[in-house]
């Protein structure tokens, strides 16, 4: 992030050059900074949306310390960010390097790993809802065909499998994005390397851990900062295919911050839980880029 | 595209068979999702793989009609040709300001945007809302259009902002020293420069922006305003025992874009790599 420092001369000088940025940032500060500023204000008070907020103090805070499924929904996004790190982030890097050859037909098989990415969440979780259900879903209709009916199970409806349900199939919707970025970094590694490391009597698995994961370390560190705070972020497949459910097994804090405001009407107390999911996503990547930005590889 | 031709090792052909099962079962539920909206229920139920016994191109019909899809790519596209248009335009003369150009507050403006590459959406939502009714915008397709551009704006600048940097201002400065102005530089100079970053940057938001969900969710209430991914789940939720109809729903909204995407894989996949390198 340290770009700036090492720019080259401006073309121009003086304060009208504002005028080029001046657009983003009232677009910017419009819908971005200024509802981040306003949460500051309304997480204090308890608001309906219809009347008039009212001032309450540090009360919402307390109650959401205190709120069970807020602090489980912190549990479950954690182990998702950890699920989505071994699904998407190694996953890909795997299928990277096995993808990663000039032979006829790795090119499409490129793009069909890659296609999930350009279907909507939605799309992707309702499509899963039905490779997992029950009755007549795509698994365990294979499962049974194995002749494996008591592994058949209602994977979006029992509290046991219905997170790691989502973890996998967040995994199929995001491996690909991933894949695409470290295949790119690996084209970039110069070829003589792996000749020279094979002439040495290094193989593949060898060659793997001793040169491609060194050389993709920069792309490993943006990758995992993007899992956490996308992790973070995630709502749309949690609210496609359980919304929260069963008895708040998967719910999330964007899924309990959304029916707490716009189901329950506490869009007061769903104003903290937004600060809170704030504060905790910068203080995250923030001591992240931190522990990171040491080695100097991080611009993202 | 040139491919090696001598003969492949058996490693290499360990590599093709272990790759070509993984991506096969990846892509085999999108397969089945096409081939299931083609078959009535009972046939899903029974022969929920294979091809279907008659392929049912009525029930297409049948889901566009119930689903209104014609509507919903209507405000779809709407929504992401406008909120890209912005978000790239925008983007591109900021990034141009923020790499070529001095002005007061520079390096603070840019530190002050790049929050947005952190912070996720769900963090306004609901303030959103607020400000959203106060400016009359709600249950209107600008309230999906604006936040959609302004939270798009961080990650466009900062990987434009990457493309300027990298490349050296010659061309610039040299327009400059034959009295071209400002503003005349940007249009005639950098923008077809950074066309084609243009491009790959639309394309990653068109991905974003058409994808979007909550801010659908939340600020649109009326059905015939309703963009795909919102009317996919209401859809879903009043269909849902109707398995042949949400196939062919889900057929309906996800076949175009994925042609689509083969088409332009190339662009798509430069474009997507790009938000990460660099």
């Not at chain 1, 310390?65 to 890097?93: C, K, N, Q, R, W």
């Not at chain 1, 370390?217 to 900062?225: A, D, E, F, I, P």
């Not at chain 2, 990846?26 to 083609?38: D, G, K």
């Not at chain 2, 591109?92 to 929050?115: D, K, M, N, V």
């Amino acid at each position: 992030m340290a770009q700036g420092d090492s720019r080259v001369a401006p073309i121009s000088t003086g304060a009208r050059n504002i005028l080029f940025v001046a657009p983003a940032m009232v677009l910017f500060g419009v819908f971005v900074l200024l509802p981040l500023a306003t949460s500051l204000y309304y997480a204090f008070t308890k608001w309906s949306g219809y009347a008039e907020p009212e001032w309450v103090g540090f009360s919402n805070f307390t109650r959401a310390f205190a709120d069970p499924v807020h602090l489980a929904a912190y549990m479950h996004v954690s182990l998702y960010i950890i699920g989505t790190l071994f699904l998407e982030v190694s996953f890909g890097l795997v299928m990277a390097v096995v993808l990663n050859s000039d032979r006829f037909g790795f090119s499409i098989m490129r793009g069909m790993f890659f296609s999930p990415m350009v279907l909507s969440m939605t799309a992707a979780g309702v499509l899963w809802a039905f490779v997992l259900d029950y009755r007549l879903g795509l698994l365990n209709s294979v499962l049974r065909s194995f002749g494996l009916d008591d592994w058949a199970q209602p994977w979006l409806s029992q509290s046991e499998t219905a997170l790691i349900a989502i973890m996998f199939v967040s995994g199929w919707r995001f491996a690909g994005f991933y894949m695409i970025i470290f295949f790119a970094a690996l084209r970039r590694i110069p070829r003589n390397i792996y000749e020279a490391a094979t002439l040495d009597g290094a193989g593949p698995v060898k060659q793997f851990f001793t040169i491609t994961l060194p050389l993709l370390r920069h792309q490993m560190l943006t990758c995992v900062l993007l899992a956490i705070t996308g992790g973070f972020a995630g709502f749309d497949l949690f609210f496609t295919m359980t919304n929260g459910g069963p008895f708040n097994a998967t719910e999330v804090p964007a899924t309990w911050i959304i029916r707490q405001g716009f189901d329950n009407n506490e869009l007061g107390y769903a104003t903290a839980l937004t600060v809170i999911l704030a504060v905790v996503v910068l203080i995250v990547s923030l001591i992240y880029l931190r522990v990171v930005e040491r080695s100097d590889v991080v611009r993202y | 595209m040139s491919f090696a031709t001598d003969r492949r090792s058996a490693g290499e052909w360990v590599q093709f068979v272990a790759g070509g099962a993984i991506v096969a079962a990846m892509f085999y539920p999108t397969i089945w999702m096409v081939l299931s909206a083609f078959k009535s229920n009972r046939e899903i139920f029974r022969h929920p793989f294979g091809l279907p016994e008659e392929w049912r191109w009525g029930n297409f019909a049948e889901a566009w009609d119930k689903g209104g899809m014609g509507g919903l790519y209507l405000n779809s596209i709407m929504v992401t040709v406008v909120a890209v248009s912005l978000t790239v335009a925008l983007a591109t003369a900021a990034a141009f300001a923020f790499s070529r150009l001095e002005f007061p507050g520079r390096r603070w403006l840019y530190r002050l945007l790049l929050i947005g590459l952190l912070l996720p959406p769900p963090v306004v939502a609901i303030p959103l809302f607020a400000i959203l009714r106060d400016l009359n915008m709600l249950n209107s397709l600008w309230a999906l259009i604006l936040p959609g551009a302004a939270w798009s704006l961080s990650l466009t600048i900062f990987i434009m902002h990457g493309y300027f940097t990298s490349i050296r201002p010659d061309m610039e400065e040299a327009a400059v020293l034959e009295g071209a102005n400002v503003w005349q530089v940007f249009r005639d100079i950098s923008v077809p420069m950074v066309w084609p970053s243009m491009l790959t940057l639309a394309i990653v938001n068109t991905i974003n922006i058409w994808n979007e969900l909550m801010f659908a969710l939340l600020f649109i209430v009326d059905e015939d305003k309703r963009t795909l991914p919102v009317g996919l789940i209401r859809f879903f939720g009043r269909y849902s025992t109707d398995y042949a109809m949400v196939f062919a729903a889900l057929t309906i909204t996800t076949v175009p874009i994925l042609l689509l995407y083969f088409l332009l894989q190339r662009h798509v996949i430069a474009g997507l790599s790009a938000t990460s390198l660099d």
